[in-house]
DNA sequence: AGCGGTCATATTGTCAACAATATTGGCTAA
DNA sequence: TTAGCCAATATTGTTGACAATATGACCGCT
């Protein structure tokens, strides 16, 4: 975690990014009850920045503290993972229309130049699954920063994709049909690039439901479970 | 604040809710710098579970801490008002139609109760602003459990309502509206009732979107000022 | 006079000891 | 043997003191 990104990093601060990420990586389980003192060995922190951070981890729903009892990492069904693709389709697809009204020139294109490099890694075919996740972060990061709704962004930046991503760990798999996602993005990015924002908001509503259906599909068929 | 909510209630909590109330009813002035020695002394809290709340705070968007230089609380403009209105209209657009599909008969019926009395406050004329935006927020409230998405009540409740009631408690001022926002509240719960979850959501949609317009239109004519 | 640098101060960040409470194991009695 | 209760223990909640840093004033220089 770097240190130096900010001039001040408090310990409350790397506590907080610590656990995000173990949390995320599935480094600590869903569901596995953890002792403060355990967390500070670990991590080598004192009680103290932790608290905080556990107290913005909570707050963030990433996991759940009983007074006196301990805190224990959130564990998500799977009907509670398609609920999260509800709220980001709704969500991500104003993203989408205001991205269309507000992102710069220079930005969609930078956007269309993301595109073609991912394209290249899949054509590449090493590593797919890897570069195609971090790849659609990617693309959705950028959207929701360049819907310029602060608001917006930092709820998908900061509550949803933690969320969905401890899942993409978890389970290891992206979501399995990188082409065909390559080129519902590229639609968007025209609709976008047109300034189209109810095509773009149209677009991006239908990937992600097709993202879920395709999750949901795998789910019932038990290829993954949760 | 009622500390035998719950059995065990921690002073973070206390204070958490503390400043969030104070916060929200703007007894603590936005982009007001604020020490946390004086928040201890004020609300009677040592600093260990303060600190713990104001990181929740933060973490909710409420608060903005610059390290070593204090806190102070978010100050939003007009235009980020808006933008909460825009993520509230997508938000509660799902909140509605998955109410529609999932809310028991008796849930139903109890909103449809709650209508009636507000209507009957609002005819009594009396403090009809207070009732107007107290049943407002509980009309909402309702929705949004009622859609049985956990995690799209908790961001609903949790981080989107507690901003704008922040501008609610400011402005002083209710949507100004209140009979035409009744007629609209019961054509949502027609629609949920007739488990027209499709319809809902529109109907939703367009009553938070009149809103919306409702309060730039004051603001462009200067009636009301962030 | 205006500007830059330095230092004192006050405030925040951090830490370690103390108090309160939930859990767990053992014990007693039915 | 099992159910319920009680106490010991370990963990969490809280507190006050200590260290580090940003702010603001003062002074000297240009």
């Known amino acids: 975690m770097s240190e130096l990104l900010s001039p001040t990093y408090t ?10 990420t173990a949390i995320v990586k599935g480094e600590l389980a869903p569901g596995e009850k953890i002792g ?5 060995s670990r991590f080598d922190l004192t009680r103290g920045p932790l608290r905080e951070a556990l107290g913005r981890l909570e707050s963030r729903g990433l996991l759940v503290r009983r007074p006196h009892a301990g805190v224990k990492v959130v564990s998500v069904s799977a009907s509670e993972l398609m609920e ?13 229309r205001q991205a269309a009204e507000r992102m710069t020139d220079q930005e969609i294109a930078d956007l269309q130049a993301t595109l073609d490099s991912h394209e ?16 659609d972060y990617d693309f959705h990061h950028r959207i929701a920063t360049g819907s310029r709704n602060t608001k917006l962004a930092q709820m998908l930046l900061g509550d949803l994709y933690y969320m969905v991503r401890m899942y993409r760990y978890r389970l290891s798999t992206s ?38 259906q395709n999750i949901e599909k795998k ?8």
Do not use: S, W
């Open 175 to 212: 979501t399995g049909r990188p082409k065909r996602a390559l080129g519902e993005h590229r639609r968007i990015v025209e609709a976008i690039a047109q300034r189209d924002g109810e095509l773009a908001e149209f677009l991006m509503k239908r990937h992600i439901n097709a993202a879920r």
């Open 11 to 20: 310990r409350a601060d790397e506590a907080f990014d610590c656990l995000q």
């Open 36 to 40: 403060e003192l355990e967390l500070c």
């Open 219 to 226: 789910i019932q068929e038990g290829e993954i479970t949760i």
């Open 120 to 135: 290249q890694m899949i054509d590449e075919a090493q590593g797919q699954a890897y570069y195609q996740a971090e790849g």
């Open 84 to 96: 999260l693709y509800r709220i980001r389709e709704v969500m991500e697809g104003l993203a989408a």
